[in-house]
């Protein structure tokens, strides 16, 4: 009876390993197709995506540089390097030159192939990691407060 119970006990113990090891090996495989570092323009050209990576890609759009049509071409830019964009679809309403933005896709013949274009929503919105990638270049400047 009591070698029983030990044998009933080990086998539950072994099905909840074996179980937590499923679980794993699932989310590991969910997280694989939907984590997506952000990269400013600096860290893309320092250090190239694999090939068919998938990244987001953050900075200001170069003023100048937005080529309006069924497929929008514009430049990211952190001030220090710059990326070109190429978008198929209807960017933003907010999407502007000088304007922060945020793109996801991948990097093909240098030029990011994005899937998704972000912009700010507010006058005063810029994602946290264009913030912090303008910050690290140097060319940040922190909004004014409004006068009363």
Do not use: C
Not at 21 to 45: C, H, N, W, Y
Not at 52 to 79: A, H, M, P, Y
């Amino acid at each position: 009876m009591a070698g029983l119970k030990k044998k009933r006990r080990i086998q539950m113990v072994v099905s909840g390993l074996v179980l937590m090891a499923v679980a794993a090996v699932l989310m590991g495989v969910a997280f694989k197709d939907g984590i997506e570092f952000f990269r400013s323009p600096t860290q893309v050209v320092e250090q190239m995506p694999g090939p068919g990576e998938r990244f987001r890609i953050g900075g200001l759009v170069k003023e100048g540089s937005w080529e309006k049509g069924d497929v929008n071409r514009f430049i990211i830019t952190d001030t220090n390097e710059e990326i070109t964009v190429v978008y198929q679809g209807i960017l933003p309403d907010l999407f502007g030159e000088g304007q922060g933005s945020v793109a996801t896709g991948n990097l093909v013949d240098g030029e990011f192939i994005a899937t998704e274009v972000l912009a700010k929503h507010d006058e005063e919105y810029m994602p946290d990691e264009v913030i912090e990638a303008l910050k690290a270049q140097g060319v940040y400047m922190e909004p004014e407060e409004p006068t009363t």
